[in-house]
C-alpha cells in the first residue's frame, strides 16, 4: 500500500519544486512561462508562505516528494483557487492521488467551502482532471490571457464541498 500525505512546504523544497514548475511540461500551461530564477522563487515563497490565506504543499508518496499543490482562500465563506503540478518522472497515476489527497485537505483541514480552477483553454489534459475530480464547468474568461503571441481564453471549474462530498 502506498504511503501517500500532503506536507506544508519548507525553505528545503524550494530548488526542487522550482525544477517542476520551471519543467516544460509544466511551464507551458502556466500564466508566467519564463524561466523562474531560483531567487525569483525564493521572493515568492518568503512572501507567500507569510500569508494565513495560502496553503503550500508538498505531496509524497512512500515519504518521495512528487508534486505541489497551492490553495489560496480568496475571500470570506471558504473559497479558495487551487494550483498544483506533479515532477515530470512522477510514476502514473500521481496526479490522480495528488488531486485526491488536496481535496481532502481543502475540504477536511482547511474546511472549505468551494475550490475553484482556472485553466488556459489549451490544456485539455488538465480540464479533463478537474472533471473525473468532480469539478463542474462554470464559464469562460474569453481571450483573458495573453502569452505575448496571442489571446486565450481561461476555462473556469469549481467544485463544492456539497459536491466532493456526494462523490
Not at 501517500?4 to 512546504?9: A, E, F, S, T, W
Not at 509544466?26 to 524561466?35: A, F, G, I, K, L
Not at 475553484?116 to 480540464?127: A, E, F, K, P, T
Not at 478537474?130 to 474569453?142: K, M, S
Amino acid at each position: 500500500m502506498i504511503r501517500q500525505k500532503l506536507r506544508p512546504m519548507v525553505d528545503a523544497d524550494l530548488e526542487r519544486v522550482l525544477m517542476w514548475r520551471n519543467h516544460p511540461e509544466v511551464c507551458r500551461y502556466m500564466y508566467t512561462q519564463h524561466e523562474i530564477t531560483l531567487e525569483e522563487h525564493a521572493r515568492w515563497f518568503a512572501k507567500a508562505s507569510q500569508d494565513s490565506a495560502r496553503h503550500l504543499l508538498v505531496f509524497e508518496c512512500d515519504d518521495t516528494p512528487l508534486g505541489f499543490v497551492s490553495i489560496h482562500e480568496t475571500g470570506r465563506g471558504g473559497v479558495a483557487d487551487w494550483g498544483f503540478y506533479a515532477s515530470a518522472d512522477a510514476p502514473q497515476g500521481t496526479g490522480r492521488r495528488l488531486g485526491q489527497a488536496a481535496l481532502r485537505y481543502a475540504f477536511g483541514e482547511a474546511k472549505l467551502h468551494k475550490l475553484c480552477g482556472q485553466v488556459l483553454d489549451y490544456n485539455v489534459r488538465s480540464i479533463r482532471f478537474h472533471e473525473r475530480l468532480g469539478f463542474i464547468h462554470e464559464g469562460v474568461l474569453r481571450q483573458q490571457h495573453f502569452d505575448g503571441q496571442r489571446y486565450h481564453d481561461v476555462i473556469c471549474l469549481g467544485l463544492l464541498l456539497s459536491e466532493w462530498q456526494a462523490v
